[in-house]
């Protein structure tokens, strides 16, 4: 047998035990709920496969419930969520809703490819996984996958267990994410503070999420925001990113473009090759780690500038260190320091900058500070490090020295 008929066998093997909609491509509504509510009733269904560039238009949420892992091939298609459910504003002025255009109520892995989903009314993309999850985590991948214009989230994946996204319940399990080639763009823009991507993660589990060459930019909330509380990190590794031109909706709380928060014990485990953070209205990227645990943080070809507020800025708190490395990295013209570490409670900074640039930026074009408490009088820890190699500061409000808090400074 040559190679390609044992592909063509693997193929067809893998046809016959999992592509049994196969057949019936999904080329309208009707279509797709057919596709959605048999893979519902029978496990045994995990592809559902779209007619190549279908243009679907929805009046109502499709629900996956099922409990297998389920793959969308969207083949090009495009689904227009504008009419797919609603939501209400309450007192706070708070977007309430359950609802989004494409909703996946599970805990088995979701993979979609070559779809995209437009002017959704709530939400475009949804997972919800159960409270009661637990076992192996749950693994999304969206490959070629775009959200584009909608009201709320673009994209929610939500681990949380309370209704109104507060406190720290959620399931025993953690999300694995894997996106490539996408864009998440003019979400965000229907009620204030919702993201083009937000993930929330809670009690026991990580988020470990790997994004390739992927376009975030322009959407009224942060463009991602990754939310992890309890136990676990959150793991990040960004390769040909950009987040842009986020933030905007919101004029008295504005955005940034990628926001992370880490509580509970766990570390934020950060690194971007290749990224571009310009254009936000809070922060370009904003990392707020707190109680047990570091930030670890790699930085290599990045690029901030023009941000509102701070280009590049961590917050450590509580016991644990702040370990940076940045390499090629420029920052500049942005609305408040260039790049801001803040180091607080038991723990250190050791940092090393290689080829980084900090210009034009209004405050400091570099600040470090570590801090047992913040603006304490007398020094009791060991000062921290940051190593500098042809780093240029230039045409930052507050001079252009490194500014620093019990840190040495070497070359
Ligand atoms: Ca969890
Ligand atoms: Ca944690
Ligand atoms: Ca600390
Ligand atoms: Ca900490």
Redesign the pocket.
């Given at each position: 047998m040559n190679n390609l008929s044992l592909v063509l066998g693997a193929i067809a093997l893998m046809s016959t035990s999992s592509c049994l909609y196969a057949q019936t491509q999904v080329n309208d509504e009707a279509s797709l709920n057919a596709a959605i509510a048999a893979a519902n009733a029978d496990s045994s269904i995990r592809t559902i496969v779209f007619e190549k560039d279908a243009d679907i238009t929805l009046t109502a949420p499709v629900i996956y419930n099922g409990s297998q892992k389920i793959q969308l091939i969207g083949n090009g298609a495009i689904i227009d969520g504008a009419a797919a459910g609603s939501f209400v504003l309450d007192d706070d002025l708070t977007a309430v809703t359950k609802d989004g255009t494409l909703i996946f109520n599970t805990q088995a892995d979701v993979r979609i490819n070559g779809l995209t989903v437009i002017n959704s009314a709530t939400r475009g993309i949804v997972v919800n996984?159960p409270e009661t999850?637990t076992g192996d985590d749950i693994s999304i991948s969206m490959q070629n996958v775009n959200v584009i214009d909608s009201a709320l989230f673009g994209v929610h994946i939500d681990?949380n267990a309370d209704e109104f996204d507060d406190g720290a319940t959620?399931?025993?399990?953690?999300?694995n994410l894997y996106i490539n080639g996408s864009v998440f763009t003019g979400n965000g823009t229907g009620a204030i503070d919702f993201d083009g991507f937000r993930v929330d993660?809670?009690?026991?589990?990580n988020i470990n999420a790997l994004i390739v060459n992927t376009e975030i930019d322009g959407n009224g909330g942060d463009g991602m925001e990754l939310d992890e509380g309890?136990n676990?990190n959150v793991k990040a590794t960004l390769i040909n990113t950009s987040f842009s031109a986020n933030g905007f909706y919101n004029e008295e709380d504005l955005d940034d473009g990628l926001d992370i928060d880490e509580a509970g014990a766990g570390d934020i485990i950060m690194t971007m090759i290749n990224g571009k953070v310009n254009d936000n209205m809070d922060e370009g990227l904003d990392l707020d780690e707190e109680n047990d645990g570091d930030v670890k943080l790699s930085l290599i070809r990045v690029e901030a500038f023009n941000n509102a507020d701070e280009g590049i800025k961590v917050d450590e708190e509580d016991a644990g260190d702040i370990k940076a490395r940045m390499i090629m990295v420029d920052v500049a013209e942005g609305g408040d320091d260039g790049i801001q570490f803040t180091e607080i409670g038991e723990g250190d900074i050791n940092a090393k900058l290689i080829n980084v640039t900090a210009e034009n930026n209004k405050k400091y074009g570099i600040k470090m500070e570590q801090w047992v408490e913040e603006d304490e009088e007398e020094i009791v820890e060991e000062a921290g490090s940051l190593k500098v190699r042809n780093v240029v500061l230039a045409g930052n409000g507050k001079g252009d020295e490194i500014k620093t808090h019990n840190i040495v400074v070497a070359e």
């Open positions: 996984i999850a681990d959620g399931s025993d399990i953690g999300i993660e809670r009690a026991e589990g309890g676990g």
